[in-house]
């Protein structure tokens, strides 16, 4: 039992190194080919953030484990509001875009309540869903270049030689493949243990472990007093959960959705405090934290208890 611990704590230290390695050395030889910042900004770093969640997921499938995928994705979300956006809350008052409310959260509900609408007819996520999931992916990412395009931004280059580029792309690769190949296997083998189910595990800890890079984001970002970028990071890294890791898995093999019922109360109350927390004052303040801790704790319960 030890041994599966440390294999699923090995495999989320592999997962979230290699995803930072893999996107450091990615974006480098991009740069070094004349490939515009905000290209490589909207799609191999965005797409950074959700690897765990995709290299877990696909594995997940490919070891015949596709009940992980749902979980994963449902419970990194809900985490990723609940947990990362409550604790940067605590730190300071996290300010939201005017954009991030207008279009991005509503756009978040929208494809949950259609990845959900997928789920009840036949409680999985087919092949053509998974493609009209990928339709959905492409748009985001347009409107992403539109918006970035409008407000054009350069960021500090690092300056990485090519050699050191492809190593990171190598090392970060191998690194994300075993990692999710160790944390799929961990997390079932300690639900086999436990008697718990894949959905259990998938909405807990492996969501917390794919979960990393954004928590890690996030308080930084709130310490160095740059938590503004918080929330529009987290509604961005939901949606490319959705829509990238479960319409990729999808594609490869049929995901199984289980009680709709209770995928629409995980759903739900990420829902309300995204909405309520950032309408009333355009920002996140230590009480809304405070609420979406405390949530978070229900839900928690709520999980042990079905």
């Not at 490939?35 to 900004?41: F, H, K, R, S």
Request: aromatic share 12%; glycine share 8%.
């Amino acid at each position: 039992m030890i041994q599966q611990i440390i294999i699923l704590l090995v495999g989320f230290i592999f997962l979230v190194k290699g995803a930072d390695w893999f996107v450091d050395g990615a974006a480098s030889i991009a740069r070094k080919m004349g490939i515009p910042q905000l290209i490589i900004g909207l799609t191999i770093v965005a797409m950074g953030t959700s690897m765990p969640e995709a290299a877990v997921s696909i594995t997940a499938a490919l070891q015949q484990n596709a009940g992980i995928t749902i979980g994963n994705v449902v419970g990194s979300n809900i985490l990723n509001i609940f947990i990362i956006l409550g604790i940067t809350a605590l730190i300071t008052n996290v300010k939201t875009q005017k954009s991030t409310i207008r279009y991005e959260i509503p756009f978040m509900i929208f494809i949950t309540i259609i990845l959900m609408i997928f789920g009840m007819t036949d409680m999985k996520i087919n092949f053509i869903e998974g493609v009209f999931l990928w339709i959905l992916f492409i748009a985001y990412l347009v409107y992403l270049f539109i918006m970035a395009k409008n407000s054009e931004t350069q960021e500090e280059e690092k300056d990485i030689p090519v050699w050191k580029c492809l190593l990171f792309i190598l090392l970060g690769g191998i690194l994300v493949v075993k990692g999710s190949d160790f944390a799929v296997s961990g997390a079932s083998a300690i639900a086999r243990y436990f008697g718990m189910s894949e959905r259990f595990i998938g909405l807990t800890i492996v969501a917390f472990g794919t979960s990393l890079p954004e928590l890690v984001t996030s308080v930084t970002a709130a310490k160095r007093g740059n938590a503004g970028i918080a929330i529009g990071n987290i509604v961005g890294s939901n949606i490319f959960n959705i829509l990238f890791v479960i319409g990729t898995t999808s594609l490869i093999c049929s995901v199984p959705f289980e009680s709709v019922y209770d995928r629409f109360y995980d759903c739900s109350n990420s829902w309300i405090s995204s909405l309520f927390g950032t309408m009333k004052h355009k920002e996140l303040r230590k009480p809304c934290g405070i609420v979406m801790l405390l949530c978070y704790g229900l839900y928690f319960m709520y999980l042990c208890l079905m």
